[in-house]
Each structure stands twice: as C-alpha cells, then as structure tokens.
C-alpha cells in the first residue's frame, strides 16, 4: 500500500513539474542604453523586471537590477525557477570628454632671438572617467616658410622650438596645442602660445 501511494505521488510531482514549466513564459524587458554617470567608469542602473506569465516560481535577474555596470555593453539573463531564460542588453555610454588642464609653459617667452633651438616643458593634467586616453601634442606657427624646421616634438611634454624672428622681423608666434581623446571618441582641447620676442608673453591658454 506505501509502495503504491509513494508511486502516485512521484507520479504527481513528476506531472506538476513539467506542467510548471510548459505554462511558464518570461519576456525580457527592450535593451536598455544609459550615460555613464559623471565622473564615474559607468552607472548604478535600475531596471524594469521581465513580464511573467503562467506558473514561473522565482525570477532571477544577472546581474541584478541596481548592479553598478561599467562602460560597455553588459547581457542581462532572466531565469526562472522553472527554467526558463531570456535575456536583454544594457550598454553604458561615455560621453564626457577628458578634463584637460590649462596649458602651462616652462618659459613665457624666446628670447634672444639666437637662431637655435630651445627646449620648452609643457605641463598639464589629463583625467577621464574611463581607463584609457590618448594625448597628442602639435605645434604651428605664423610663419609662412614652412620649408624650414622651426620646431621639434620631443614628446608630449617638451619641445625644441628655434628663437628665430620672421624674415620682415616681426615676432615668430608659436601656437601650442594638447588634445586628448578618449575610448569613446570625447575630446577635448587646450592652446597657448610663445613668441620669440623681448617683450610679447605666452598668451593664456584656450578650450574647445
């Protein structure tokens, strides 16, 4: 008689279970596209749960909904306890350029006008909130001989730049310039410039 009754009941859990799973749909919420919060790698993202259908049990969301999630695409994969899955995508978003600082110079200004070449520092600050910017240092000037090499790029930091005035003797004007980019294309830009010239002084940088 226990036999029997152990059977039906086997029988019974086997029979619930499979109709707990057939009659469980689960559809996943549309993908989701976020800003990164400010000054941050990503954001702290609330989402709407998975519309339920049928006899499902327990929802589990992974990551779950109020995860901090990094710059990037992220696959979040609803399951059920009956077994079910669905899943949707979460993409945070960058788009806060790099903080440039102002431009500072080792020196204000190239003077005497000798004909060779100095050495100039330039000094700044880069800070992103993601992991990785590239930072390009170029240089021009208001000369319109642009046959001879009036400067040199060391690296992103220092110049040699040649103390020599224009042909009709007016000041040679150098125009400095950092830009920084950043993973997801953000940049931004600074300037400031040297003259060779007693009295002219580096002007204040600028931004865009």
Known sequence: MKLIIASIFFALSIGNTKAYSQNCVLTCPSNIIVKAEAGKEGA????????????CGEIVYSPAS?????????????????GQKCSFTLIVTDNEPPVLSPLQLSTDKLWPASNKMKKVGVYYTVTDNGEKVNTVLSVSSNATDTENKDWEIVNNNLLRLKASRLPDGMPRIYTITVTSTDEAGNKTTRSTSIAVSKTMMAEPAGTD
């Not at 702290?44 to 006899?55: K, L, P, R, T």
């Not at 109020?66 to 009956?82: D, K, N, Q």
């Open 44 to 55: 702290v993202v609330n989402f709407s749960g998975a519309v339920v259908q049928g006899e």
């Open 66 to 82: 109020g995860s901090f999630f990094r710059l990037g695409s992220h696959s979040i994969i609803v399951t059920s306890a009956s």
